[in-house]
């Protein structure tokens, strides 16, 4: 969708009487208009004045070309106009005060503008007025406030003499995708990747599907790359479905393929216009932009949240975000806490400006920001995305050529434009015993503060892979689970992070349902006991020290504390003594900060033997404590 520039003019003008000019003048205003309409601008525009200049008091003359220049992004021309149409005309003061105002503030001279509002702004056009007084001090403010980089035009392997819009960058910023009006007649989608030396190779048109003989626009891409959410035009669907001209759809990709894109169904989509989507890293709030009943103004952003399988009614972000002009192109940022979008309505530098806004909590955002000069103009900046780690953001402007023509740009932002740090962990589900990957298994990452879900993820239906965007320095608890296997917890440390941007990558590994773990059981100790010796000696001691402390971090272990004795003596003494050695090597262990609930000591007398026990040495191999971990 193009949405156009709306230029005010005041009403005023139409009352103004035009009667009086020549004959010689009124055939050069004919001549203009017929240039006009032929799309001869230059030939217009000098007609238009050679009629001015036979009659300098020809209000239409002026109203024209002041439009006309206006309209071509000639602010500095057509302030000119109606700087003379107000010396010139009957009451031109008054009637060209507001179409001066405007070209003034345009043409970057807010404080000439500010002069004109204070002298002759009306209550009548209150709003009107308001609305250039704030922009006015907003543009002060502007161009006075040091900036941190300088746009750059990403140049022809991007962009053409076609209209590129709606920018959009992979996590890993290796891939941007955008959409390309080809011609002005055909919107499709266009892709490029990083090439060895950094920059882009140049772009192609992504194909069928996800193109399509009708338009496809303003799209937005997951972090992963996985999942491309767009708007569609002339939506028709064998089940039936046909509720307007402009809707909201996703598409998938696997093995480099695009699916088929699918609708988001009836509770997102109307007979009114639905698109722009930008979808929340936890992957529960849909943004997009509609003019449906309920708004502000013209468009608004809407959201709506994924809730028990499906999608709910969507809601109006407000009055202080809409406004009564058009508020699209909503980007969230991978920290689901920073929203950018476009905006006709809100004081800012002139046409469509690029704005920030804050949240508050769940349904609350702050006040927008305009992102001041010079990523905003007194062109249109329709559309903006931002890199993972804050650190630039990509925007389309026709501010380098005509009026509707946009391009891509990058920049760098500043500090109070960033969003917060975050983490991005990556990798995939995989089943723990044949490491095959595991689609559609679902991820939640627990809130820091009150540990209730806060973030759903599903890995990809394709390969398994998942992708997870967290805001860094806290620390998250997870839980996975899929159908068939079973549930999985953990924990993921980020109170290290703080700044930028910071990619780990994890592979998360689940056990199939019913799984039994195997049994190990590993001899790490064997303590020999003189006769009838029933105390620990100091080399014993050191012994059951040195066998035990390695296992003294393990959490799933169990000690098993055999105790034997030779076949010397009363068999009864013998199991009695074999128990008392049993039990000090339990205490011993004990003491050593092992559960005594993960402790088992049995004292067996002559049984079990390793020796024959018919001479002295296999009798002393047979008085012995075993120590065995099994896990």
């Known amino acids: 969708m193009c949405l156009k520039r709306i230029i005010f003019f005041c009403v005023a003008l139409w009352s103004i009487p035009t009667w009086g ?83 003034l503030l345009y043409s970057y001279q807010p404080d000439r503008a500010l002069l004109v509002i204070g002298t002759y ?9 308001v609305l250039l007084r704030e922009s006015a001090y907003v543009m002060k403010q502007a161009l006075n406030t040091p900036y941190a980089d300088t746009p750059m035009n990403l140049g022809i392997r991007i962009n053409s003499p076609d209209p590129e819009t709606h920018p959009c960058i992979t996590a890993d910023t290796m891939n941007l995708f955008f959409t390309r009006s080809v011609h002005n007649i055909n919107d499709d989608f266009y892709r490029s990747h990083v090439d060895s030396c950094g920059g882009w190779f140049t772009a192609r048109n992504m194909g069928v599907p996800p193109n399509s003989p009708n338009n496809e626009t303003a799209q937005s891409i997951s972090a992963d790359g996985h999942y491309l959410f767009f708007t569609k035009s002339d939506i028709h669907s064998e089940t039936g479905w046909d509720q307007g001209g402009n809707d909201l759809v996703m598409a998938y990709t696997a093995d480099s393929v695009w699916s088929t894109p699918e609708s988001f169904g009836g509770t997102i989509n109307t007979p009114a216009y639905e698109g722009m989507p930008s979808l929340s890293p936890d992957n529960r709030e849909l943004y997009f932009v509609s003019n449906r009943e309920g708004g502000y103004g013209g468009y608004d952003i809407w959201v709506s949240r994924f809730e028990n399988g499906l999608w709910q009614m969507p809601r109006n972000l407000g ?18 806490n920073t929203l950018y979008f476009s905006s006709t309505g809100l004081p ?12 508050m909590n769940d349904s609350i955002w702050g006040k927008p920001q305009n992102m001041g000069y010079p990523i905003n103009t007194s062109n ?9 780690d804050g650190s630039r953001a990509y925007f389309s402007s026709d501010r ?20 917060v740090a975050v983490t991005l962990i990556k990798g995939f589900t995989v089943d723990s015993l044949n490491r095959g990957k595991l689609n559609y298994s679902s991820i939640y990452i627990n809130d820091p503060k009150t540990g209730q879900p806060a973030y759903h993820y599903v890995s990809n239906r394709g390969d398994g892979s998942y992708m997870l965007v967290l ?48 049994i190990h059981d590993s001899l790490i100790a064997c303590i020999q006991f003189p006769i009838n010796c029933k105390t620990l000696s100091d080399s014993a001691r050191r012994q059951v020290q040195e066998a035990m402390a390695p296992w003294l971090e393990e959490k799933d272990i169990v000690i098993y504390i055999n105790s034997y004795t030779d076949n010397s003596g009363n068999p009864m003494l013998n199991e009695e003594i074999s128990y008392l050695r049993a039990n000090l090597i339990s205490n011993e262990v004990a003491a050593m900060g092992i559960d005594p609930l993960n402790i088992t000591a049995k004292g067996w007398g002559e049984a079990n033997p390793v020796a024959p026990n018919d001479n002295e040495d296999d009798r002393n191999r047979n008085r012995r404590v075993e120590v065995i971990i099994r896990r």
């Open 348 to 359: 800012g530098l002139g046409g469509s400006d690029l704005f920030y806004t804050r949240r």
């Open 400 to 419: 380098d050529s005509a009026a509707g023509n946009f391009d891509i740009y990058q920049v760098g932002l500043s500090r109070a434009q960033q969003p």
């Open 380 to 388: 249109d900046e329709n559309s903006i995305c931002v890199t993972i």
């Open 319 to 336: 009055p202080l975000v809409n406004t009564a002009g058009d508020e699209t192109a909503p980007f969230i940022h991978a920290d689901n």
């Open 21 to 103: 000019q020549s004959p010689a003048a009124q055939k050069k205003y004919d001549k203009a208009l017929s240039y006009y309409a032929a799309k001869d601008y230059e030939h217009a525009y000098a007609a238009m004045l050679d009629a001015i200049k036979q009659y300098p008091a020809f209000t239409d003359a002026y109203s024209n070309l002041g439009q006309w220049y206006f309209k071509a992004h000639k602010f500095s021309e057509a302030a000119d106009v109606f700087t003379r149409a107000s010396a010139s005309c009957p009451n031109g003061n008054k009637a060209f005060a507001l179409p001066l105002a405007r070209s």
């Open 471 to 518: 805001p860094s320095g806290y620390k998250y608890t997870y839980d996975v689970d899929r159908i068939g296997y079973m549930d999985m917890t953990g924990e993921i440390d980020l109170t290290a992070n703080k700044e930028g941007v910071t990619q780990t990558n994890m592979d998360l590994a689940l056990l199939p349902q019913g799984y039994q773990k195997p």
């Open 121 to 129: 702004g009306t209550a009548k056009d209150r709003s009107e007025w």
